[in-house]
């Protein structure tokens, strides 16, 4: 069925014409890995043994789904790249060994923050309801969890800035126009926003104060407003580059 997802080289995806319409061995492997990654977020949960347990296990839904979410995400820009250039080479067997790597390392860590964030910050500390002990810490611990989290997720999002400075080294191989050349940059400045800003908060955890590393968390907040900026200016550069296809015929 995926295969015929896209099966025509004449389609786009994100401004670039598809190369890649056969599902690769690597794509295969991929698949697995992020299903397999998926199934330790359910084998984690274990099968309630009294009410109790049940209503806790689903309160415990919305950490599950924010990390079930995010690894979803990961494939399908995974899917995208290989959907528009469609690359096997040695980099990319690299890039993707180690994205898969670190999928397979942050998947607990990430549920693990999942369940602090959503059932104590917001359900529990927000909202006020009572919350059953599903994970357990100590408050300064949170800034060492916090530092796992910010470094694995921009680890994750350079693994995609990387993929796609291969496919930018690879233009001329890949024919690439130079309004293809333009969206290829675009999505490869897009994800090192989204890798570096996380980054930059870790500091903004260790400062004494607090509630540090709270505000850290949500300064994450600001991957929102910096990607809206940079790709209106990068579409007006894109429409422009289009406009002047189009006078060239």
Known sequence: MRRHMLTSVDEEMAGIRVRGTHVSRLEGLTDAVIGFAITLLIVSMEVPTSLDELFAMVLGFPAFALTFMLLVFIWYWHYRFFRQ???????????NGVLLFLVLLFVYPLKFLATVVVNYVILSGWLGLDMPTMVTFRPDQFVLLYTLYAGGFSAVFLCFVWFYRIALASADDLELTDLERTHVETHANMFLIVAVIPLLTIGAAFLPL??????????????WPATVIYGRMADRKLKALTAKEAANG
């Open 85 to 95: 250039f469609g690359l096997n080479t040695g980099k990319v067997v690299w890039a």
């Open 210 to 223: 607090q509630l540090a590393p709270m505000w850290a968390g949500w300064a994450n907040m600001l991957i």
